[in-house]
């Protein structure tokens, strides 16, 4: 699958299938609210600070998968299984949020 990293595009693993995920205005928005972060930048800080819960990842990788074109629900998430287990579903959090979150110029993957 190609993916776009230019426009923060991460392809990963769910169930054994291959999706692409990217969060967009419209699914940091989505975010913003489900979380109660009143802003990007306290979205930034929550994940950064290292408390993230389970249900913060199925929130996160939800609102990728949804603005990587796939419209998955939360509950369809929280039942998918993918390599590694919960350090499995961390990765992918972290490096769709690095895709959104650090500039084009400043991600070693181009």
Do not use: H, W
């Amino acid at each position: 699958m190609m993916v776009n990293s230019i426009r923060g595009e991460i392809a990963a693993e769910l169930d054994g299938k291959l999706y692409r995920l990217c969060l967009t205005l419209g699914a940091l928005a989505s975010l913003e609210e489900k979380l109660e972060a009143n802003s990007l930048a306290a979205l930034g800080e929550r994940f950064s600070s290292g408390k993230v819960r389970s249900d913060d990842l199925i929130k996160v990788i939800t609102a990728g998968l949804f603005g990587g074109g796939n419209e998955l629900s939360e509950a369809e998430v929280s039942q998918m299984r993918v390599d590694g287990g919960v350090s499995g579903y961390v990765e992918i959090a972290a490096r769709l949020l690095e895709a959104a979150f650090t500039p084009v110029t400043e991600r070693e993957d181009d």
